[in-house]
């Protein structure tokens, strides 16, 4: 006989919003949690991001009519150490080319887009500057429990860089550290 590990609830919905206008709380529709820990299975990426059905409603984020900048998107989630979780990996389906990942004010990195259908309704005309409007199908957020060696604020993001892997990386695109760098690697390495 089987037995699964039960988890308690997540305590609280990471809130997300968005810098651009949208239909009250149709955003939050977009958000689909999972999670991981114990007994929890690991997430399908390739299930929850497959593209919309037909005929289901998109998020449409507007660029304000009233403002002169020219500001890029930016969707805001957070996830509250109090609330016990944490952010472990982050899923959009949406119609951005690119999209720059920071955590606060940190950069973590830039992830391209690939296309995986296209579902725009034709009455929605992007302009060929700057875009006046992005579509969000889903916004996937896997997180876990904090482990108790975790702080109470956010993880350092350097004590997560698999720095084996970056000198391998490194050395297959023909690239040396210099000795000073390889040897701070290498103390680093040694005191995880």
């Given at each position: 006989m089987?037995?699964?590990?039960?988890?308690?609830?997540?305590?609280r919905?990471?809130?997300?919003a968005s810098?651009?206008?949208?239909?009250?709380?149709?955003?939050?529709?977009?958000?689909?949690l999972?999670?991981?820990?114990l007994g929890?299975r690991?997430?399908?990426w390739e299930?929850?991001l497959?593209?919309?059905?037909?005929?289901?409603?998109?998020v449409i984020?507007?660029?304000?009519?009233?403002s002169?900048d020219?500001?890029p998107?930016?969707?805001y989630?957070?996830?509250?150490p109090?609330?016990?979780?944490?952010?472990?990996?982050i899923?959009i389906l949406?119609?951005?080319r690119n999209?720059?990942?920071?955590?606060?004010?940190e950069?973590?990195?830039?992830?391209?887009?690939?296309?995986v259908?296209?579902?725009?309704?034709?009455?929605?005309?992007?302009?060929?500057?700057?875009?006046?409007?992005?579509?969000?199908?889903?916004v996937?957020?896997?997180v876990?429990?904090?482990?108790?060696?975790?702080?109470?604020?956010?993880?350092?993001?350097?004590?997560?860089?698999?720095?084996?892997?970056?000198?391998?990386i490194?050395e297959?695109?023909g690239?040396?550290?210099?000795?000073?760098?390889?040897?701070l690697?290498?103390?680093?390495?040694f005191?995880?």
């Amino acid at each position: 006989m089987e037995t699964e590990t039960a988890h308690p609830p997540l305590t609280r919905r990471p809130p997300l919003a968005s810098s651009w206008d949208a239909a009250c709380g149709v955003l939050a529709q977009s958000l689909h949690l999972t999670r991981s820990g114990l007994g929890a299975r690991d997430a399908d990426w390739e299930e929850l991001l497959a593209p919309p059905a037909t005929g289901q409603d998109l998020v449409i984020l507007k660029r304000n009519v009233n403002s002169q900048d020219e500001n890029p998107c930016f969707l805001y989630l957070r996830c509250d150490p109090p609330g016990g979780e944490e952010i472990v990996s982050i899923g959009i389906l949406s119609s951005a080319r690119n999209m720059e990942v920071y955590s606060g004010e940190e950069y973590c990195g830039t992830s391209r887009g690939k296309n995986v259908c296209n579902v725009l309704d034709n009455r929605f005309l992007l302009s060929f500057g700057e875009k006046q409007c992005a579509f969000i199908s889903k916004v996937v957020v896997h997180v876990r429990p904090l482990s108790a060696n975790s702080s109470a604020g956010a993880p350092a993001l350097g004590s997560r860089i698999d720095l084996e892997r970056v000198q391998t990386i490194m050395e297959s695109m023909g690239s040396k550290l210099s000795s000073g760098a390889q040897q701070l690697m290498n103390m680093v390495i040694f005191h995880k």
